[in-house]
Structure formats: C-alpha cells, structure tokens
C-alpha cells in the first residue's frame, strides 16, 4: 500500500496520480516503513504532547483536531483540568498503543521522531 506524498491518501500501487488531489505518485513514497513523509505527524511527539499538555489538549491541535483540542481546553479551564487530564492520559495510552494511528487529515503518524 503506497501513500500520496502531499495529502496522504491511500493508493494502490498501480496508481500513478492521486484521487484525492491530483498529484503525482513516486512510487518510493512511504509505504508501510518508517520513513517520513511530507507533513506527517511523529507518533512520539504527539504521546509526549498528551502526557505533558494532554489536559489542555495541545496534542489535538498537533495533530489537527482543532475542535476536539478546543473542547479539551474549555473543559480544562472550567473543571480545573482534572476530568480532562485523565482524558489527556488515555490520549496517551491510544497514541503509544497505536490505536490512534491517524491525524486529522487521514495521513498515518510517523513512527520515527
């Protein structure tokens, strides 16, 4: 399985353009491996992000999930953090474990830092 280096996108292999943006596929674009591709978000960074700042919710605003981040933000200013600080925790736990593997615009986080 091969990804669009600039949205994303998932791809067959015998696709030479994207579908979703148009634009042309090197077929030694990521593909399963660890290697980094144009705007996609570290797995590592985004853990750390949760575990840090998860209860003010900066790991949704870094990996795109503006409104989920805002959420997160008021319920911590309202509550004291505390509900939210354990939501930031079990961010964590997902990210680490892989069960968050996506960002906001469907692009797979990066393994590597």
């Known amino acids: 399985m091969n990804y669009c280096q600039n949205c994303g996108t998932k791809l067959d292999a015998s696709e030479f ?28 960074i985004a853990g750390i992000l949760a575990i840090l ?9 870094y990996l795109g999930y503006n409104s989920k981040g805002i959420k997160q933000l008021l319920l911590w200013v309202f509550f004291l953090g505390f509900i939210s600080f354990i939501w930031g925790i079990v961010d964590a736990v997902n990210i680490f474990t892989g069960k968050i593997e996506f960002d906001a615009k469907g692009m797979p986080l990066a393994d590597n830092i």
């Open 17 to 44: 353009f994207c579908h979703n943006c148009g634009a042309k596929i090197q077929h030694t674009a990521y593909s399963g491996t660890n290697s980094a591709v144009k705007g996609q978000k570290s797995r590592f």
């Open 53 to 61: 700042l998860g209860s003010m919710g900066i790991h949704n605003f």
